[in-house]
C-alpha cells in the first residue's frame, strides 16, 4: 500500500512545509516531554509547575489526535 501526499505548489507551500517537518515536530515535543519528565521525576522545585505543563502537553496531543506511539 502506498500513500502519495499532494500539494499545489506555491500556494500550498504551507501545508507542503508542514508534511516535511511532522517527524521534526515530534521528535521537539517528544523531547520537551522527557526532559519535563525528568524534572517532575526528579523532584526540582517547580515540580508541581513541570507536571501541569506536561499534562497540558498531553491533553492538546490527545485533543489533537496525535501521539508519541
Known amino acids: 500500500m502506498k500513500a ?7 500556494t ?12 521534526r515536530w515530534k521528535s521537539v ?7 519535563l519528565r525528568s524534572k517532575v521525576k526528579h523532584g526540582e ?9 506536561r499534562d497540558s502537553l498531553h491533553a492538546e496531543m490527545e485533543s489533537s489526535g496525535v501521539s508519541f506511539d
Open 4 to 10: 502519495i501526499l499532494e500539494f499545489d505548489l506555491p
Open 12 to 23: 500550498e507551500s504551507d501545508m507542503h512545509r508542514d508534511a516535511l517537518d511532522g517527524s
Open 29 to 35: 515535543s517528544w523531547e520537551f516531554d522527557q526532559w
Open 45 to 53: 522545585e517547580q515540580t508541581t509547575t513541570f507536571q501541569a505543563i
